[in-house]
Protein backbone atom coordinates (compact mmCIF):
# COMPACT_ATOMS: atom_id res chain seq x y z
CA UNK A 1 0.00 0.00 0.00
CA UNK A 2 2.94 2.63 1.29
CA UNK A 3 5.05 1.34 -1.88
CA UNK A 4 1.58 2.19 -4.48
CA UNK A 5 0.85 5.37 -2.72
CA UNK A 6 4.52 6.35 -2.66
CA UNK A 7 4.86 6.09 -6.50
CA UNK A 8 1.27 7.51 -7.66
CA UNK A 9 3.24 10.49 -5.56
CA UNK A 10 6.20 9.95 -7.66
CA UNK A 11 3.59 10.40 -10.98
CA UNK A 12 1.89 13.28 -9.47
CA UNK A 13 5.43 14.72 -8.24
CA UNK A 14 6.44 14.44 -11.61
CA UNK A 15 4.02 15.84 -13.85
CA UNK A 16 4.30 18.96 -10.21
CA UNK A 17 7.72 19.74 -11.73
CA UNK A 18 6.60 19.47 -15.46
CA UNK A 19 4.15 22.53 -14.63
CA UNK A 20 7.10 24.26 -12.22
CA UNK A 21 9.79 23.78 -14.67
CA UNK A 22 7.68 23.91 -18.22
CA UNK A 23 8.26 27.47 -18.60
CA UNK A 24 4.59 28.30 -19.08
CA UNK A 25 3.69 28.24 -15.22
CA UNK A 26 -0.42 29.09 -15.33
CA UNK A 27 -0.72 29.41 -18.47
CA UNK A 28 0.50 25.35 -19.40
CA UNK A 29 -3.23 24.53 -19.45
CA UNK A 30 -6.82 25.72 -19.33
CA UNK A 31 -8.15 24.46 -16.44
CA UNK A 32 -6.56 25.09 -12.61
CA UNK A 33 -2.75 23.73 -11.95
CA UNK A 34 -3.55 23.87 -8.93
CA UNK A 35 -5.18 20.29 -8.82
CA UNK A 36 -2.10 18.57 -9.38
CA UNK A 37 -0.61 20.52 -6.74
CA UNK A 38 -3.37 19.78 -4.19
CA UNK A 39 -3.39 15.89 -5.67
CA UNK A 40 0.80 15.52 -5.02
CA UNK A 41 -0.18 17.11 -0.63
CA UNK A 42 -2.78 14.80 -0.56
CA UNK A 43 -0.66 11.63 -2.02
CA UNK A 44 2.19 12.41 0.73
CA UNK A 45 -0.06 12.50 3.48
CA UNK A 46 -1.80 9.29 2.28
CA UNK A 47 1.39 7.18 1.90
CA UNK A 48 2.84 8.27 5.64
CA UNK A 49 -0.76 7.14 6.28
CA UNK A 50 -0.33 3.64 4.53
CA UNK A 51 3.06 3.28 6.17
CA UNK A 52 1.11 4.00 9.59
CA UNK A 53 -1.64 0.95 8.35
CA UNK A 54 0.87 -1.66 7.47
CA UNK A 55 3.10 -1.01 10.66
CA UNK A 56 0.15 -1.83 12.01
CA UNK A 57 -0.98 -5.07 10.09
CA UNK A 58 2.15 -6.10 9.83
CA UNK A 59 1.02 -8.02 13.55
CA UNK A 60 3.13 -8.58 16.27
CA UNK A 61 6.28 -9.62 16.81
CA UNK A 62 10.07 -8.45 16.53
CA UNK A 63 13.29 -8.90 14.59
CA UNK A 64 16.03 -9.04 15.98
CA UNK A 65 14.77 -6.60 18.63
CA UNK A 66 13.01 -4.18 16.11
CA UNK A 67 9.47 -4.23 15.91
CA UNK A 68 7.98 -6.11 13.36
CA UNK A 69 5.76 -3.16 11.92
CA UNK A 70 8.60 -1.01 11.83
CA UNK A 71 10.71 -3.25 10.17
CA UNK A 72 8.18 -3.69 7.33
CA UNK A 73 7.97 -0.29 6.73
CA UNK A 74 11.69 0.05 6.45
CA UNK A 75 11.82 -2.40 4.42
CA UNK A 76 9.73 -0.63 2.07
CA UNK A 77 11.73 2.63 2.04
CA UNK A 78 14.31 1.32 -0.35
CA UNK A 79 11.84 -0.30 -2.37
CA UNK A 80 9.96 2.94 -3.11
CA UNK A 81 12.70 5.14 -3.92
CA UNK A 82 14.38 2.64 -6.18
CA UNK A 83 11.29 2.75 -7.59
CA UNK A 84 10.32 6.45 -7.90
CA UNK A 85 12.70 7.96 -10.93
CA UNK A 86 10.91 5.33 -12.96
CA UNK A 87 7.55 6.62 -12.22
CA UNK A 88 8.38 10.52 -12.12
CA UNK A 89 10.97 10.79 -14.59
CA UNK A 90 8.67 9.80 -17.39
CA UNK A 91 5.81 11.40 -15.87
CA UNK A 92 7.66 14.78 -16.03
CA UNK A 93 8.60 14.11 -19.59
CA UNK A 94 5.25 13.18 -20.44
CA UNK A 95 4.02 16.62 -18.72
CA UNK A 96 6.46 18.68 -20.57
CA UNK A 97 5.43 17.35 -23.40
CA UNK A 98 1.65 17.65 -23.35
CA UNK A 99 2.38 21.44 -22.65
CA UNK A 100 3.97 21.91 -25.42
CA UNK A 101 1.53 19.86 -27.88
CA UNK A 102 -1.81 21.32 -25.64
CA UNK A 103 -3.50 17.67 -26.42
CA UNK A 104 -3.13 14.27 -24.71
CA UNK A 105 -3.06 12.60 -28.12
CA UNK A 106 -0.89 14.59 -29.99
CA UNK A 107 1.58 14.34 -26.61
CA UNK A 108 1.14 10.52 -26.89
CA UNK A 109 2.22 10.65 -30.44
CA UNK A 110 4.94 12.82 -29.58
CA UNK A 111 6.26 11.31 -26.40
CA UNK A 112 9.14 8.94 -26.60
CA UNK A 113 9.05 6.36 -23.26
CA UNK A 114 12.70 6.46 -21.70
CA UNK A 115 13.39 10.06 -23.05
CA UNK A 116 16.95 11.58 -21.78
CA UNK A 117 16.85 15.19 -21.78
CA UNK A 118 20.72 16.67 -23.30
CA UNK A 119 19.81 19.97 -21.10
CA UNK A 120 18.91 18.37 -17.47
CA UNK A 121 20.42 20.28 -14.33
CA UNK A 122 19.59 17.08 -12.05
CA UNK A 123 22.16 16.00 -10.30
CA UNK A 124 21.54 12.16 -10.58
CA UNK A 125 20.36 11.98 -13.88
CA UNK A 126 19.20 8.48 -14.60
CA UNK A 127 18.67 7.39 -18.29
CA UNK A 128 16.01 5.40 -19.19
CA UNK A 129 17.57 1.71 -19.04
CA UNK A 130 18.76 2.61 -15.09
CA UNK A 131 15.40 3.66 -14.13
CA UNK A 132 13.68 0.47 -15.25
CA UNK A 133 16.51 -1.64 -13.60
CA UNK A 134 16.24 0.56 -10.22
CA UNK A 135 12.58 0.02 -10.62
CA UNK A 136 12.60 -3.48 -10.94
CA UNK A 137 15.16 -4.10 -8.05
CA UNK A 138 12.91 -1.82 -5.89
CA UNK A 139 10.00 -4.24 -6.95
CA UNK A 140 12.03 -7.64 -6.25
CA UNK A 141 13.06 -5.96 -2.84
CA UNK A 142 9.45 -5.65 -2.05
CA UNK A 143 8.24 -9.21 -3.21
CA UNK A 144 11.15 -10.44 -0.92
CA UNK A 145 10.13 -8.91 1.75
CA UNK A 146 6.48 -10.59 1.49
CA UNK A 147 8.17 -13.83 1.41
CA UNK A 148 10.01 -13.27 4.10
CA UNK A 149 7.18 -11.70 5.84
CA UNK A 150 5.04 -14.87 5.21
CA UNK A 151 7.75 -16.94 6.70
CA UNK A 152 8.19 -15.22 10.28
Same mark, same amino acid.
Given at each position: ????????? %?????? +?? /?? @?????????? %????? /? #??? *????????? %???? $?? !???? %?? #???? !??????? $??? @????? /?? $?????????? +??????VLIREKTVARARKVFRFNYQSSTTTARWDF?? *??????? $? /??????? @???? @?????
Open positions: MFWLLYNLF %ALVDGF +CD /AL @LYGGKGAESF %AWNEH /A #PLL *TRRALAVLA %AVAA $AV !EALL %AG #PGEI !EGVPLGL $AWV @LWNIP /AA $ALSFSLFHNE +CYNFGRDG *TARWVMA $A /AGVLWLG @LGFL @LHAKL
